[in-house]
């Protein structure tokens, strides 16, 4: 039987059900927003989803920087 790397699957798991937690987001809530709306407000609704989203996907790309560094750091 072949030894399974579980770390490795936790942490593909956790990035698919955040890409699908985003993804549903877009999809349900624009498509709500437009049939409710129209498509103005789909535009702005994307735009605030967006701007919400940016401070989380800086922090997520500081910390790759920092383990990266720290990796590099740890094998030299």
């Known amino acids: 039987m072949k030894p399974r790397d579980l770390r490795s699957y936790a942490s593909t798991?956790?990035?698919?059900l955040i890409a699908g937690g985003i993804l549903l987001l877009i999809a349900v809530g624009g498509g709500?927003?437009?049939?409710i709306?129209?498509?103005?407000?789909?535009?702005?609704?994307?735009?605030?989803?967006g701007l919400g989203l940016l401070p989380v996907i800086l922090i997520v790309l500081a910390l790759a920087?920092?383990?990266?560094i720290r990796k590099r750091v740890d094998r030299g």
């Open 13 to 16: 798991t956790t990035a698919r």
């Open 32 to 35: 709500l927003v437009y049939a």
């Open 37 to 49: 709306y129209g498509g103005g407000a789909l535009i702005s609704a994307l735009l605030c989803i």
């Open 65 to 68: 920087i920092v383990d990266a």
